[in-house]
């Protein structure tokens, strides 16, 4: 029988909705049900492409003997982290301030007034690596609640009190500098590893965020380190197992499973990676005219549309990281939509290709992954020059691999992680004449505002299947849509979207801004959690406080608002003290001081609407590479954007005016002149 999760709207929370646990969503209702009862709250905080998840709800809550247990003894809660960010983040610090670590599946006991006393992730279901049994953590944990409540009691209050002591303070940090940045570059060069390309460390996660931060300092400073080095991560990734090879789209991470060898992914894909690396290749590729950086931002934004992309026109959370293994079997395993075998690239192939293809793409007789079977790469030895055989080659095993059975699709749609999807694919299409892109990016803009938008222009944080969640958007949400909005407005030119950012920014500063210019991931008026969740460091996206910074800076130079301008500066105070010490975390917020550095520039091009002359000034001001430039494009007189105002054609022709620091150079009519324009500083 469907326990209390079957009204859901989170794909992950159905998946649990005929455990046997008697899974609680979160709300009021399950910790008045623990203080009924006298028994503590096991929080378990998840999501549907995690795959040690599926692994402890298979072995675990898909247990009778387990479930009775916790039925009996405990309040069951469970959470979908990408649905209740605030809840995740609360309880996550606490994990890693207990455990010195953190992941997921969380596991969290707490009292019946959500304050917690114990602490992990997986637990398996008997006792491994020195890891106790989940069952002997039940019965511990119910063991200390009946015989030491009052010590269970005093733990659970001093956690919580140092967890509220935790609060950010900024006050003094003051703007970031040219030397804030140089020693963020600095230090970023030590952590780099020059013969791979990738920084140090086994396990490797994109570093979107922070190759955006290289680009900008290029651009605005003239750095060739670290251009060399965005383009060495770069090259790292699109190289390796990380990049999905034969369909586009980037993994989660990937592993170095032993010394020298290939690294192995984590299969799982998720829209919040796809969407930045995507703008972050086309970033590279305008800047350097790659051909590698091209080919993945395409691939990538196709990915996104093929793959991700929802009846409603939004995009879908993840793929997980499993699927079912082709042999009829219904076993699943990680990775089995996406590696092969010698074999099976002759069947698909023939021979001939097959040996071209194993040598392109690094796969062996003996595998490179598990049970003989190998992840594509494109090794650097391979001397694979033959372009258009590559490509025949990638059609046919694409086409072949769609005959699998397909990994799962957390098809709920987060606001924030659309946003970031606007951005790319809005850019993309504007770069490489895809109007396609630009298509798919309004789609998914007028989703979120028409269901995710209320009249108070108030978000909400998800959708799926064209039905509105019940939870609240977080700063994330506000800043990335409205940063999506932003990018939509320049390449589109309708102003529409940059009124709509207007309004998503209003929003911060009333609800999320506090009195020292520090912010908070949540709204002053959402649900009270053991502690007002507030994180200024960028781990897989941006945090909802640089992305907010960037934001509020790029609507200011849009409109010319002090007021955004101002809390813009104040919230970069938080790069100043951390970008020296930890740029790899703080890479976004990085990238949002490069473009307070260079201003940001202000473009404003005016000309008839499909002018030639008026197309190509517009494509080159979004070509251009100052950092976090604005581009206003329409009509001469056009009320479209405050930019455009008092801004007259030229001899009659399309003209582009370009300002900083309020100061405006002389207009320019011709591509060759804006791009100097838009070029680094002299």
């Known amino acids: 029988m469907p326990n209390r999760l079957a009204q859901a709207t989170s794909p992950y929370l159905l998946q649990h909705a005929d455990n046997p646990v008697d899974w609680w969503p979160w709300g009021a209702g399950a910790f008045e049900d623990a203080r009924r009862r006298n028994v503590p709250v096991f929080l378990s905080v998840g999501y549907s492409a995690c795959h040690w998840c599926h692994v402890m709800a298979h072995e675990s809550f898909e247990d009778d ?8 003894h405990f309040v069951s809660v469970k959470v979908d982290r990408e649905e209740r960010p605030d809840v995740d983040a609360v309880y996550m610090e606490a994990v890693q301030a207990a455990t010195g670590q953190g992941g997921w599946p969380m596991s969290v006991f707490m009292t019946p007034d959500g304050e917690p006393f114990y602490f992990g992730t997986y637990f398996p279901p008997e006792p491994r690596h020195g890891m106790p049994s989940f069952r002997q953590v039940l019965e511990g944990v119910h063991s200390a609640w009946t015989s030491r409540r009052d010590e ?35 230090r970023l060069t030590r952590d780099i590893d020059p013969a791979s390309g990738w920084f140090k460390g086994d396990t490797k996660f994109p570093p979107s965020m922070v190759v955006e931060f290289l680009l900008r300092h290029h651009a605005r400073a003239g750095s060739v380190a670290a251009l060399e080095m965005a383009e060495g991560l770069c090259g790292a990734m699109a190289r390796s197992s990380l990049y999905d090879q034969v369909g586009g789209g980037f993994h989660r991470y990937v592993l170095t499973p032993r010394p020298e060898g290939p690294l192995v992914p984590h299969f799982e894909k998720m829209l919040y990676d796809n969407a930045l690396l995507c703008r972050v290749y086309a970033h590279l590729w305008r800047v350097t005219g790659s051909d590698l950086a091209r080919r993945v931002a395409l691939e990538t934004a196709d990915f996104m549309v093929r793959e991700l992309r929802t009846p409603e026109g939004g995009f879908a959370s993840a793929l997980d990281a499993d699927s079912a293994l082709p042999d009829g079997s219904g076993r699943h395993e990680e990775g089995a939509y996406y590696v092969w075998t010698p074999d099976r690239l002759r069947e698909v192939l023939g021979e001939e290709d097959a040996e071209f293809a194993m040598r392109c793409f690094g796969v062996t007789e003996e595998g490179t992954f598990e049970h003989g079977s190998s992840v594509l790469q494109l090794p650097q030895d391979a001397g694979v020059s033959d372009a258009g055989r590559v490509s025949s080659v990638r059609e046919r095993l694409l086409a072949a691999r769609e005959q699998r059975p397909r990994p799962g699709r957390d098809d709920k749609i987060v606001a924030a992680w659309n946003g970031l999807a606007i951005a790319a694919l809005a850019e993309v299409g504007g770069y490489f004449d895809r109007p396609d892109l630009v298509e798919r990016a309004t789609e998914a803009a007028d989703l979120l505002v028409r269901l995710h938008l209320d009249d108070g222009a108030r978000l909400t944080r998800t959708s799926r299947d064209g039905r509105a969640g019940a939870n609240a958007g977080v700063l994330e949400d506000y800043a990335d849509v409205a940063e999506g909005f932003l990018a939509l407005a320049s390449v589109s030119g309708e102003g529409a979207w940059l009124e709509f950012a207007g309004f998503l920014l209003d929003i911060v500063l009333d609800r999320f801004t506090g009195p020292e210019g520090q912010l908070y991931d949540t709204a002053h008026d959402a649900e009270r959690l053991i502690r007002r969740p507030q994180d200024p460091t960028d781990n897989a996206a941006p945090s909802g406080w640089s992305a907010a910074a960037g934001a509020l ?36 917020g990085l990238a949002v001081a490069e473009a307070l550095l260079d201003g940001p520039r202000e473009v404003a091009v005016v000309g008839a609407p499909g002018d030639d002359g008026m197309r190509n000034l517009h494509r080159a001001a979004l070509l251009g590479t100052a950092p976090g430039a604005v581009v206003a494009a329409g009509a001469p007189g056009s009320d479209e954007f405050p930019l455009l105002a008092d801004r007259p054609l030229v001899d009659g022709k399309p003209a582009a005016y370009v300002c900083r620091h309020f100061v405006c150079a002389a207009p320019v009519t011709e591509v060759e002149s804006l791009r100097g324009e838009l070029g680094p500083r002299g």
């Open 553 to 588: 800076l790029s609507y200011a130079a849009h409109t010319g608002s002090e007021a955004h301008r101002t809390e813009a500066e104040r919230a970069l105070g938080v790069v100043k003290a951390l970008g020296p010490r930890a740029p790899r975390f703080i890479g976004w």
């Open 65 to 72: 003997d387990t479930a009775a247990y916790m039925n009996e």
């Open 152 to 186: 269970v009691g005093e733990v659970a209050a001093k956690i919580t009190r140092d967890l509220a002591g935790r609060e950010l303070s900024i006050e003094s940090a003051g703007l970031p500098t040219d030397e804030t940045q140089a020693l963020a570059l600095l």
